[in-house]
T-cell receptor, first 117, second 115 residues
Framework: GAGVSQSPRYKVAKRGQDVALRCDPISGHVSLFWYQQALGQGPEFLTY????????KSGLPSDRFFAERPEGSVSTLKIQRTQQEDSAVYLC???????????????FGPGTRLTVL | GENVEQHPSTLSVQEGDSAVIKCTYSDSASNYFPWYKQELGKRPQLIID?????GEKKDQRIAVTLNKTAKHFSLHITETQPEDSAVYFCAASINGGGATNKLIFGTGTLLAVQP
């Protein structure tokens, strides 16, 4: 079946612009995660949704970062007034489980590579 | 918070040799330990995982071992092939009981298998 998809795959923004990154999780997956991967580093957790509820946003680096999943499926990560340090690959992952254990495997999308000039 | 350390950062082996990557974690409540393979410009892909109620798991040429007391876990790849060349990430998370299940990743190991 279809995996996790993300769009756009590449985004170039001028410093100060707002960007919106989209994630389409695997159909039926309850949990959705956003991670930020800087060049040469491991992914770092940003935020977590269980259906439409944002249960953990402890990894969001500043109040310029905002995520939503209004209908419990597609999610959007928005970055306002982008800065050069926001340049990274933004990965989305989904899993079937909803925090109660069970099938915990997180399946990743291909990521959106954001470059802020 | 949880911290995961991974070693080595780079590993070069000859085709057919074995490769071992080691990770340590800090939070004793962690109970789920996946390993991901990431090729250049591609998504991370799960290759094997282990839960804290198991000490070892094997899948063909890949095996993972877990030492809960020492908070160590390791990836073992036998009979390496050139297509095993990639960056490998270990991760740890706390699953169940209302936890977020967020993954805390190591810094990655670049494995190069020389033909």
């Amino acid at each position: 079946g279809a995996g996790v998809s993300q769009s756009p795959r590449y985004k170039v923004a001028k410093r100060g612009q707002d960007v919106a990154l989209r994630c389409d999780p695997i159909s039926g997956h309850v949990s959705l995660f956003w991670y930020q991967q800087a060049l040469g580093q491991g992914p770092e957790f940003l935020t977590y949704f269980q259906n439409e509820a944002q249960l953990d946003k402890s990894g969001l680096p500043s109040d310029r970062f905002f995520a939503e999943r209004p209908e419990g499926s597609v999610s959007t990560l928005k970055i306002q007034r982008t800065q050069q340090e926001d340049s990274a690959v933004y990965l989305c992952a989904s899993s079937l489980a909803g925090g109660g254990g069970g099938t915990d495997t997180q399946y990743f999308g291909p990521g959106t590579r954001l470059t802020v000039l | 918070g949880e911290n995961v350390e991974q070693h080595p950062s780079t590993l070069s082996v000859q085709e057919g040799d074995s490769a071992v990557i080691k990770c340590t974690y800090s939070d004793s409540a962690s109970n789920y330990f996946p390993w991901y393979k990431q090729e250049l410009g591609k998504r991370p892909q799960l290759i094997i995982d282990i839960r804290s109620n198991v000490g070892e798991k094997k899948d063909q040429r890949i095996a993972v071992t877990l030492n809960k007391t020492a908070k160590h876990f390791s990836l073992h790849i036998t009979e390496t092939q050139p297509e095993d060349s990639a960056v490998y990430f270990c991760a740890a998370s706390i699953n169940g009981g209302g936890a977020t299940n967020k993954l805390i990743f190591g810094t990655g190991t670049l494995l190069a298998v020389q033909p």
